[in-house]
């Protein structure tokens, strides 16, 4: 069994940081790749930033280049997403994502596993 579980939401004032986890339990068929997405309430789920298992390639949208960073240590197994700067838009559930054979995927339908997602909030 492959299992992501998420830590490092809450609430935050504009400006301020978060970093989340995601921490992968179980081996994956194919890992070539992580990813971050978010969703916000009543909206479809938004690509964040995603990163290669081999070199650690990272690819962002638009909307938080700059101000996040992805990482993974693969000896633990893990992926992060450091959030600096953040606005009140960045408020949603945070999900991460790992398995995709498609390196640097923005597309949610490429990963095979996925977090049970940890919310941020930002107040203005």
């Known amino acids: 069994q492959v299992q992501l579980v998420e830590s490092g939401g809450g609430l935050v004032q504009a400006g301020g940081s978060l970093r989340l986890s995601c921490a992968v339990s179980?081996?994956?068929?194919?890992?070539?790749?992580m990813g971050w997405f978010r969703q916000a309430p009543g909206k479809e789920r938004e690509f964040v930033a995603a990163?290669?298992?081999?070199?650690?390639?990272?690819y962002y949208a638009d909307s938080v280049k700059g101000r996040f960073t992805i990482s993974r240590d693969n000896a633990k197994n893990t992926v992060y997403l450091q959030m600096n700067s953040l606005k009140p838009e960045d408020t949603a559930v945070y999900f991460c994502?790992?398995?995709?054979?498609?390196?640097?995927?923005?597309?949610?339908?490429?990963?095979?596993?996925w977090g049970q997602g940890t919310e941020v909030t930002v107040s203005a």
């Open positions: 179980g081996r994956t068929f194919s890992n070539y790749g």
């Open positions: 994502a790992a398995g995709s054979t498609v390196l640097l995927s923005t597309t949610p339908r490429t990963y095979a596993y």
């Open positions: 990163i290669t298992r081999s070199l650690g390639s990272t």
